[in-house]
């Protein structure tokens, strides 16, 4: 899994070892050839604030960085869901904000801009976890049938795609800010209905017999398309 810094040119990846390893990509000069471009990954130098490779002792799921660069959160194997502080050199761990059952996969997390951390998991239900009191938490569609497998914010703040593990992606229209005066900056509750946008599936001809399940989603930058 990896996850690109915001406004740096730097790519943070882990995996099944356990590295948090921080990737510099170095933009080459201007080609004669504008098709044949190459960029330069460098995972050599043992630089903090460049390449590296940091131990997180732990299979690592997922991984995602807050908007501002300063904190990851990563999803391990064990179900632990746990933020690190980006701003010191071996990305100290700052605590474990929520665990997944037991026998159950943490798939993906994300941050909703700086009010959320999304957790998506074979839990049915999605995480939105306080960022501002990680102590606070809500779920939504949690009478879901099927867990979550991949999550996706729109970088302008107002939805959150999610692919469940029967490969349907679900769109939802996040509450604004304005409405999230409970505790933590969360919404005193969440009616899924009013949040619940559409439903869509991958088909080859538009029948039910040829339906493909959806992997996964990513936003446009600008949050145009999905």
Excluded at 89 to 94: G, H, I, R, V
């Amino acid at each position: 899994c990896l996850a690109p810094a915001t406004g740096k040119p730097l790519l943070v990846s882990a995996g099944a070892d356990g590295e948090l390893k921080f990737v510099k990509v170095t933009e080459p000069a201007a080609p004669a050839d504008p098709a044949s471009v190459t960029w330069k990954l460098d995972v050599e130098e043992q630089e903090r604030d460049g390449a590296g490779e940091i131990d997180l002792e732990g299979e690592v799921n997922a991984l995602a960085l807050s908007t501002d660069g300063t904190e990851l959160v990563v999803a391990l194997s064990n179900g632990a869901i746990q933020t690190h502080d980006m701003t010191t050199d071996s990305a100290e761990l700052k605590e474990c904000v929520t665990r997944v059952a037991a026998g159950m996969r943490a798939r993906d997390v994300a941050y909703f801009g700086d009010r959320y951390i999304v957790v998506a998991s074979d839990e049915p239900g999605i995480r939105l976890i306080s960022c501002a009191d990680p102590t606070k938490m809500l779920v939504i569609d949690g009478k879901a049938k099927t867990g979550t497998k991949s999550i996706a914010v729109d970088p302008r703040g107002e939805w959150l795609a999610a692919t469940d593990l029967e490969g349907c992606l679900k769109l939802y229209r996040m509450p604004p800010a304005s409405a999230c005066d409970g505790e933590g900056g969360l919404p005193d509750s969440i009616d899924v209905d009013e949040m619940w946008a559409e439903t869509i599936t991958a088909r080859d001809d538009g029948s039910d017999e040829t339906k493909h399940q959806i992997a996964h989603s990513v936003w446009h930058p600008k949050g145009d398309f999905l």
